[in-house]
């Protein structure tokens, strides 16, 4: 089946500074991938659309230049949070979507900013 | 706004019995339908998907769709304590293309 890969699964880091989140797809191509976020007991918070060779497609209210997110190969896209403070921490899931329509998750990564 | 509905729950069934979820959605020309399953503080994993009108079974399984009502419903057979867990409904939006998941429905199998 296909696999999505996440990394970091978990990463705590201070106030300020940056964090990047790996996100592959491992036996297929994914021309698109989109990041989520989530909060404790809350739902998934659809934050971009990320698509291969062009820029993301940030949703309302996601600052892009702080949300940055690269797609620079059919089966890589990153996701950094730059100058993260306290309030950016929560669970990053990745997920892509393969030629038949359906979304793969990756494992996601819990992020705490101290 | 697309939205995605879903009772919160949390939904209690005895251990054997049938489980059943349900989802409403507001994009009239979406096509595409999915069920996921989402343990605590891990990712969600694709239990089904289904984008014809009717039944799709798969196990336990069992999606319904009806397009017209704008519902889809997952029953669970012989539900078990393993599937304690947040389920949730996502579509495929028409015209952004766009995947909204509905809040979940957390489910609890009681031994």
């Known amino acids: 089946g296909a696999v999505v890969s996440q990394h970091p699964s978990r990463v705590i880091c201070k106030s300020g500074t940056s964090v990047k989140i790996e996100c592959r797809s491992l036996d297929f191509q994914a021309t698109t991938m989109f990041w989520y976020r989530q909060f404790p007991k809350q739902s998934l918070m659809l934050m971009a659309t990320s698509n291969e060779g062009s820029k993301a497609t940030y949703e309302q209210g996601v600052e892009k230049d702080k949300f940055l997110i690269n797609h620079a190969s059919l089966t890589l896209s990153t996701l950094t949070v730059t100058s993260a403070h306290p309030e950016d921490s929560s669970f990053y899931i990745c997920s892509a979507r393969d030629s038949g329509e359906v979304l793969h998750f990756g494992n996601g990564t819990r992020l705490t900013v101290t | 706004q697309k939205e995605v509905e879903q009772n919160s729950g949390p939904l209690s069934v005895p251990e054997g019995a049938i489980a059943s979820l349900n989802c409403t959605y507001s994009?009239?020309?979406?096509?595409?339908f999915f069920w996921y399953r989402q343990y605590s503080g891990k990712s969600p994993e694709l239990i089904m998907s289904i984008y014809s009108n009717g039944d799709k079974e798969d196990g336990r399984f069992t999606a319904q769709l009806n397009k017209a009502s704008q519902y889809v419903s997952l029953l669970i057979r012989d539900s078990q304590p393993s599937d304690s867990a947040t389920y949730l409904c996502a579509v495929l939006t028409s015209g952004t293309y766009k995947y909204i998941f509905g809040t979940g429905t957390r489910l609890k199998v009681l031994a």
């Open positions: 994009d009239r020309g979406s096509q595409s």
